[in-house]
């Protein structure tokens, strides 16, 4: 259905694919597995040819419909619900059908997309996609901002599908209900296994005793044929053989030894202490349009707690931390800031603060004006932006590394409250 042929891609500053192959047979469930910024989202650009290859290439079926989920959905073309799904390419009723299994009820249909939450607004794009009946799907992260019961019902539609579908996800549990298969990015190639991700997990780590043994037969043998060499490098009798042995040292292809991937490792610092109320809200009101999320709504967190929001998609949970960050206004009652209190916040789309045109250096700077590049420079390696990737425009940085970033910002200038919406989103 779907072949990669010694594929080959470069960018300015790194090698993502080098001579890697892979087969997406039809109706398989492969889930697309490797760190942050491996190049995952790439391989799935160079599929719709959205990024040209710089080598090999990807044959696919003739007249072969592909679907593709994107990570992020700022803009989503149409201006309710019901228009975002059918785009005037597909019969309302069937756009109806999809959008009642994804949980909108028949009011939904006419809300602005501008009203919905992240969760409801990945329905709306899945719908869409669900709707155009593609012969592959290409889902990137997709269950991020899915609740509880709509994951479930996600999962059921996959299993119960003819689909072949190439997934992104870090969501490893998913992984192991839906996929069939897995692709790991590994050292610019594609390693494929048959299995779901526990599966995966058991044959990489027997791959990898495979590859340790081999090395070290290899380099017993290396060692050996050096030992003549050098033993015998000087003497004419054996000239014919040392050659010959120097020859053979020439055309050895090492084997690559597994290396542990580097790790984020930070502490967030201690900032000082604020006083012992730190956030509350009180009468507090808010809507969007004849939808209203909260009504007449008291709050308070102090300090030391740590508050988990959960809740249903559209609940409010994403308006209530953006009303306590004070980045959104309520349309009655008051937000109080206690004494002392710093604040940090995480937005759940970072394209939502995050300057697109900035380098990595410059939107960590961005946090204090003040620090001393050496320090920002430091905290950029810490999350693993070493070198040229420090100078990365945040426009080209995978989701998981713009929340790196995000993150990184937190450590210039310590705060003692931190509001996170969704912080694990994308993240290895």
């Known amino acids: 259905m779907l072949q990669l042929e010694s594929v080959t891609k470069h960018f300015a500053t790194k090698t ?14 492969v889930g697309l597995v ?10 799935l650009r160079l599929i719709l040819g959205e990024q040209t290859l710089d080598g090999g290439r990807i044959r696919k079926r003739p007249r072969l419909r592909i679907g593709y989920l994107p990570q992020d959905l700022e803009h989503i073309p149409g201006t309710t619900v019901l228009d975002a799904t059918h785009r005037g390419q597909h019969p309302e009723h069937e756009a109806k059908r999809i959008l009642s299994g994804l949980g909108f009820s028949q009011e939904d249909f006419t809300r602005p997309l501008a009203e919905l939450s992240g969760g409801f607004r990945m329905r709306v794009a899945l719908a869409h996609i669900l ?32 689909f072949t579908m190439l997934v992104i996800s870090h969501d490893t549990a998913f992984l192991d209900r839906i996929a069939t298969h897995i692709w790991e990015i590994r050292q610019h190639r594609i390693l494929e296994s048959t299995g779901n991700y526990t599966k995966y997990l058991a044959w990489r780590e027997a791959y990898e005793a495979a590859q340790t043994a081999a090395a070290d037969r290899q380099d017993k043998e290396i060692g050996r044929v050096q030992k003549f060499v050098d033993r015998f490098r000087y003497q004419a009798t054996r000239a014919r053989q040392v050659q010959s042995r120097l020859k053979q040292l020439e055309k050895i292809k090492r084997i690559e030894r597994t290396r542990d991937p580097k790790r984020v490792r930070f502490r967030f610092p201690v900032p000082p202490a604020s006083g012992r109320h730190v956030l509350e809200l009180q009468g507090v009101a808010k ?7 909260y009504r007449s709504l008291d709050f308070a967190v102090e300090r030391g707690q740590r508050v988990a929001l959960v809740g249903e998609n559209g609940a409010g949970k994403s308006t209530l931390l953006k009303m306590l960050a004070g980045v959104l206004p309520p349309d009655a009652g008051t937000r109080t800031v206690g004494h002392g209190v710093t604040l940090h916040y995480f937005a759940q789309h970072q394209a939502d603060i995050l300057n ?3 380098t990595v250096l410059e939107s960590i700077a961005e946090a204090d004006e003040c620090a001393d590049m050496n320090f920002i420079r430091a905290i950029a390696g810490a999350f ?6 420090q100078k990365k425009l945040i426009k080209v940085l995978s989701g998981g590394e713009r929340n790196r970033v995000a993150l990184a910002r937190m450590l210039v200038k310590p705060a003692n409250t931190l509001l996170l919406d969704e912080p694990t989103n994308h993240l290895d």
């Not at 993502?16 to 997406?24: M, P, Q, T």
């Not at 490797?34 to 190049?39: A, F, L």
């Not at 809507?287 to 209203?292: I, K, L, Q, R, S």
């Open 356 to 358: 697109p045109e900035h």
């Open 384 to 389: 693993l932006f070493e070198g040229a990737n």
């Open 287 to 293: 809507a969007y349009g004849d939808n209203v999320v």
């Open 16 to 29: 993502i694919l080098k001579e890697a192959s892979a087969h997406l047979r039809p109706g398989s469930r």
């Open 34 to 43: 490797g760190p942050n910024g491996i190049g995952k989202t790439t391989l």
């Open 131 to 162: 709707l155009s009946a593609p012969d592959v799907l290409l889902l990137d992260e997709p269950t991020n901002h899915l609740d509880k019961p709509t994951q479930r019902w996600f999962e059921d539609f996959l299993l119960k599908s003819h």
